[in-house]
């Protein structure tokens, strides 16, 4: 079984500054692991993902995450937040690509103060 | 190119009533997933359909039934409704990597 532990549920950052969202994975083969962005009142918006290939994955608008072996960590990063980030980051665990369940975190919603 | 469409987008129904929500997906994309998302809450898996099949299914009862038809597009079915089953549902597409969310059917019991 898989499973992933997002640390923080609300993260407050100022506008230009770093944004770092934690996410711990435990999976008992190598993951594919994901972050989504979902706004209010919307669906979920792939940022990136990750599927064995180079450990430091790059996204959409500008957000990239680390995958650490020794650490089961994933951690999504960007270096200066914007107004426009200010939604709800999901990381996400699945045993293949698109053809396995993904099991979703509880959620980080992302503040960005002016 | 269209996304994952699904209809309607909010309904409202009474509890012990059925409701069917519908998904027609991504252009090229062959399986459909159905996941629960609470308010306040990570979406949670409720099955996945592939060759009009039920390929796989979490934990959910079974009140909870799908449908995927020779198009792709699939039904999620719920019956006996709870005011518990207030959420979210999305559906999701997927070919071989990653899934493609639609925007949602917010289903509203009272």
């Known amino acids: 079984a898989q499973s992933v532990t997002q640390l923080g549920s609300h993260v407050s950052v100022s506008e230009g500054a770093l944004v770092l969202l934690r996410c711990n994975y435990s999976?008992?083969?190598?993951?594919?692991l994901f972050w989504y962005v979902q706004y209010p009142n919307q669906g979920l918006q792939l940022l990136l993902k990750y599927t064995s290939a180079a450990t430091l994955v790059k996204g959409i608008n500008g957000f990239e995450a680390e995958f650490k072996k020794s650490e089961t960590s994933f951690h999504l990063t960007k270096p200066s937040a914007h107004m426009s980030d200010a939604a709800e980051y999901f990381c996400a665990v699945s045993l293949s690509g698109g053809y396995q369940k993904v099991t979703f975190g509880t959620g980080t919603k992302l503040q960005v103060i002016p | 190119d269209a996304g994952v469409t699904q209809s309607p987008t909010h309904l409202i129904k009474t509890r012990g009533q059925q409701v069917t929500l519908r998904c027609s997906p991504k252009s090229g994309h062959d399986t459909v997933s159905w996941y629960q998302q609470a308010l306040g809450q990570g979406p949670q898996f409720i099955f996945q359909?592939?060759?009009?099949?039920?390929?796989q299914r979490g934990n959910f009862p079974d009140r909870f039934s799908g449908h995927q038809f020779p198009n792709y597009s699939s039904e999620l079915n719920v019956n006996a409704l709870l005011l518990g089953d207030s959420a979210l549902y999305l559906c999701?597409?997927?070919?071989?990597?990653?899934?493609?969310f639609g925007s949602g059917t917010r289903l509203t019991v009272v």
């Open positions: 999976s008992s083969v190598p993951p594919y």
């Open positions: 359909y592939y060759e009009e099949e039920e390929r």
């Open positions: 999701a597409s997927s070919l071989l990597e990653g899934y493609t």
